[in-house]
Antibody, heavy 123, light 107 residues
Framework: EVQLVESGGGLVKPGGSLRLSCAAS????????MNWVRQAPGKGLEWVSS????????YYADSVKGRFTISRDNAKNSLYLQMNSLRAEDTAVYYC????????????????WGQGTLVTVSS | EIVMTQSPATLSVSPGERATLSCRAS??????LAWYQQKPGQAPRLLIY???TRATGIPARFSGSGSGTEFTLTISSLQSEDFAVYYC?????????FGGGTKVEIK
């Protein structure tokens, strides 16, 4: 069974930093691109960042570029999101999500999600 | 960046009735369109990809159609567990973009 478990959320002051983690199990983590998707309270979904299986390709939403860094450790089956210079508008539940792969290709849609970790940016 | 617009924002439906949800893209996304279901306090769940292919374990009462810029998610006979928020998402271009969601509520 595929499982994704996020951790590391909490309350942080504007301008502060936080590192989120996602522990993966139940699939060959090193074969899949992984993603962070967030959801502000009462709002819709927003893609944040993606990282390819070998970390060769990394993408960010414009709203976080230059402030957030995605990374992974395939030996530990773990995904990370380092968040710096946090703003009030970064307040959201952050989901770790696996990118869908068919037998031949991978596509930036998300077939498994964790339960999320809440990040609150407030003074 | 492609803009995804969902309508209506809220849909009131009685159990057993059909629900039809719409999603429009600001430019063609071919058939690279996914639908997700999200219940309160839960993570989203993938329902449909490729505009019309049901994900693993998704009941046949969920169907998707459309291509280009106009897409539809149909729930043929609403069950109690189907009352939720539904999001469409395009994955034809980077960045992947979600629509604002349609809340399906009990009438």
């Amino acid at each position: 069974e595929v499982q994704l478990v996020e951790s590391g959320g909490g309350l942080v002051k504007p301008g502060g930093s936080l590192r989120l983690s996602c522990a993966a199990s139940g699939f060959t983590f090193s074969s899949y691109s992984m993603n962070w998707v967030r959801q502000a309270p009462g709002k819709g979904l927003e893609w944040v960042s993606s990282i390819s299986s070998s970390s060769s390709y990394i993408y960010y939403a414009d709203s976080v570029k230059g402030r957030f860094t995605i990374s992974r450790d395939n030996a530990k089956n773990s995904l990370y999101l380092q968040m710096n210079s946090l703003r009030a508008e970064d307040t959201a539940v952050y989901y770790c999500a696996r990118m869908y792969c068919s037998s031949t290709s991978c596509y930036p849609l998300f077939d498994y999600w964790g339960q999320g970790t809440l990040v609150t940016v407030s003074s | 960046e492609i803009v995804m617009t969902q309508s209506p924002a809220t849909l009131s439906v009685s159990p057993g009735e059909r629900a039809t949800l719409s999603c429009r893209a600001s430019q063609s996304v071919s058939s690279n369109l996914a639908w997700y279901q999200q219940k309160p306090g839960q993570a989203p769940r993938l329902l449909i990809y490729g505009a019309s292919t049901r994900a693993t374990g998704i009941p046949a009462r969920f169907s998707g159609s459309g291509s280009g810029t106009e897409f539809t998610l149909t729930i043929s006979s609403l069950q109690s567990e189907d009352f939720a928020v539904y999001y469409c998402q395009q994955y034809n271009n980077w960045p992947p973009v979600f629509g604002g969601g349609t809340k399906v509520e009990i009438k």
